[in-house]
């Protein structure tokens, strides 16, 4: 069964800065190509995409609203997929999720989620 695991997430005041990292051994060291994604679900709300990463192109995505402050990473070969997240507001609290995207056959696998607060 593949995993797909969130790791880094906690409780940061406004300002500060977080990251995140997604793990799928089962997934990256095969070397798929595939895209992986950082979305964020606030309390009550939909999961929104935050970011998404092409491996092995290495290319990234943003969503406009964290353009600047967080930068995704993990090029083909590296273990994970991190998602550095800076100058934090209230706004991105929520759950973080990462969804690997598997492009032939479209398949997608999900983590648990992982829960980042920040505070004012």
């Known amino acids: 069964q593949v995993q797909v695991v969130e790791s880094g997430g906690g409780s940061v005041q406004s300002g500060g800065s977080l990251k995140l990292s997604c793990a799928a051994p089962?997934?990256?060291?095969?070397?798929?190509?595939?895209?992986v994604y950082w979305y964020r679900q606030a309390r009550g709300n939909q999961r929104d995409l935050v970011a998404g990463?092409?491996?092995?192109?290495?290319?990234?995505n943003y969503v406009e609203r964290v353009k600047g402050r967080f930068t995704i990473s993990g090029r083909n070969g590296q273990p994970t997929v991190d998602l550095q997240m800076n100058n934090l507001t209230t706004d991105d609290t929520g759950v973080y999720y990462c969804?690997?995207?598997?492009?032939?056959?479209?398949?997608?696998?999900w983590g648990k989620g992982i829960v980042v607060n920040v505070s004012s």
């Open positions: 969804k690997v995207h598997r492009i032939a056959g479209g398949v997608d696998y």
């Open positions: 990463i092409h491996r092995p192109g290495g290319s990234t």
């Open positions: 089962e997934l990256f060291y095969k070397n798929y190509n595939m895209v």
